[in-house]
């Protein structure tokens, strides 16, 4: 699987959209991107995917570039129950049952 | 989403015991489970993945004589750590994958982890 480049820490000030990069440029083509997060002491929790189209949940919006070298997550509206360590993981084969590997993620704190 | 759970929660126990942790699916059936290891300050580590029926994976560098894993159903995957060992104490993390391949493919979801205390 491919591995991916993540900043180590960034802040964001509550209410305002967190931008949180990735970096999988060695990324195949049957490579999906996921994103989980950590709140501190708890198990990771799904966010988001997708394989080269943008996509939208209730939660954030997943934006990957057009040579799907890196992406980017969107949480419109950050509170401060957002603050976590942010994992973007990329996996073989949405159905072909690949391993998710976590990188060391962007620990995201969220200001008031 | 779907839920897993891990039992216990917590645990402490004494040097060269051991300590079984328990990972259920709890509204899905999971063929495939995997479980991971963190350290205070780092990243989940895989362990190793267990399939129903069948003799469980290990990564590279994990003991599979001290590390036994069990997948005896399509909803319970048990980890027991042998002999456990203050360097073993550690949040241990389950993950179940979705049998059901539906439109959004196999889903994996993380249980709340296990903290293991080794005195």
């Known amino acids: 699987d491919a591995k991916t480049t993540q900043p180590t820490s960034m802040d964001c000030a509550e209410g305002r959209a967190a931008n949180l990069p990735c970096n999988h440029s060695?990324?195949?083509?049957?490579?999906?991107v996921y994103w989980y997060r950590q709140i501190h002491s708890q198990g990771p929790q799904y966010i988001i995917h997708?394989?080269?189209n943008n996509e939208t949940n209730e939660m954030a919006s997943l934006i990957i570039t057009e040579d799907r070298k890196s992406s980017t997550l969107i949480l419109p509206h950050a509170t401060l129950r957002d603050t976590a360590v942010y994992y973007c993981?990329?996996?073989?084969?949405?159905?072909?049952?690949?391993?998710?590997?976590f990188g060391q993620g962007t620990e995201l704190s969220v200001k008031p | 989403g779907a839920v897993v759970s891990q039992h216990p929660s917590w645990v402490i126990c004494k040097s060269g015991t051991s300590v079984k942790i328990e990972c259920r699916s709890l509204?899905?059936?999971?063929?495939?489970m995997f479980w991971y290891r963190q350290f205070p300050k780092q990243s989940l580590m895989l362990m190793a993945t267990?399939?129903?029926?069948?003799?469980?994976?290990?990564e590279q560098g994990v003991e599979k004589d001290k590390f036994l894993i069990n997948h005896a159903s399509l909803t319970l995957s048990t980890l027991t750590v042998t002999s456990a060992h203050p360097e073993d104490s550690s949040f241990y993390i389950c993950s179940a994958r979705d049998h059901r391949p539906g439109t959004g493919g196999y889903e994996q979801y993380f249980g709340p982890g296990t903290r293991l205390t080794v005195t």
């Open positions: 997708g394989l080269k």
């Open positions: 993981i990329v996996r073989v084969g949405h159905n072909q049952g690949g391993k998710l590997i």
């Open positions: 509204d899905f059936q999971a063929t495939t």
């Open positions: 267990s399939n129903e029926g069948s003799k469980a994976t290990y």
């Open positions: 060695t990324i195949s083509g049957n490579e999906y």
